[in-house]
């Protein structure tokens, strides 16, 4: 009776599972045409909307006078419009202390448009879904990256490592939370 259990369900997830496939044959398509079309240089997309009030952590970063390099970043790479999405997003936002302790002439090369892939990578490795307080975090040993790939959690002396970075503050947003970082995490093809 189990056996026979077990095969009906397996039955009925393979039906549903191929059905979904059939059907989202054509969304799928016309999305990476859509996508294909709409790059071009203008800046379009939720992040430029005039006189949107709301608090996201893209908004949180251009209001901080410690993160200008962080947002020039985001600029050169054009991924405003992610992170304005619904969320939850939590972002480790490197200081510019934390860039300018990067070897000398690596912003300035990764601000670069033919670097502009490299730069897109090495950003997605700040953000994660979620919303997690720092406390939070502690329960971790690792985080899954939006570049998918993943990055380090420790507990030293009481408070959680990210990647080798020390949280120095925490920001919530409408869409997730900015964690305020000393360092900039390297994904580990890029260290």
């Known amino acids: 009776m189990k056996i026979l259990k077990k095969l009906f369900f397996g039955l009925a997830c393979a039906t549903l ?21 709409n790059e071009s240089t203008d800046r379009t997309g939720q992040a430029f909307i005039e006189g949107d009030e709301s608090t ?58 033919e ?30 990256q939006a570049n998918n790939g993943y990055v380090k959690v420790e507990v030293v002396d009481g408070e959680p490592i990210i990647g080798g970075a020390k949280i120095l503050g925490s920001v919530k947003a409408g869409n997730g939370i900015v964690h305020v970082i000393d360092k900039v995490l390297l994904p580990p093809s890029e260290e």
Not at 115 to 131: E, M, Q, R, S
Request: net charge neutral; with cysteine.
């Open 115 to 144: 670097n502009k892939d490299l730069l897109a990578n090495i950003l997605k490795y700040h953000v994660t879904p979620g919303n997690y307080s720092k406390d939070f975090l502690k329960k971790f040993k690792k985080l899954g």
């Open 56 to 113: 996201t952590v893209l908004s949180i970063a251009i209001g901080s006078k410690d993160h200008t390099t962080l947002v020039a970043a985001v600029q050169a790479a054009q991924l405003e419009n992610a992170l304005v999405n619904a969320g939850p997003l939590m972002v480790f936002a490197p200081t510019n202390e934390a860039f300018a302790a990067l070897p000398e002439g690596t912003v300035e090369n990764l601000l670069k448009p």
């Open 17 to 37: 599972i191929f059905s979904c496939k059939t059907d989202n044959k054509e969304v799928i398509s016309n999305s990476t045409v859509s996508v294909a079309e």
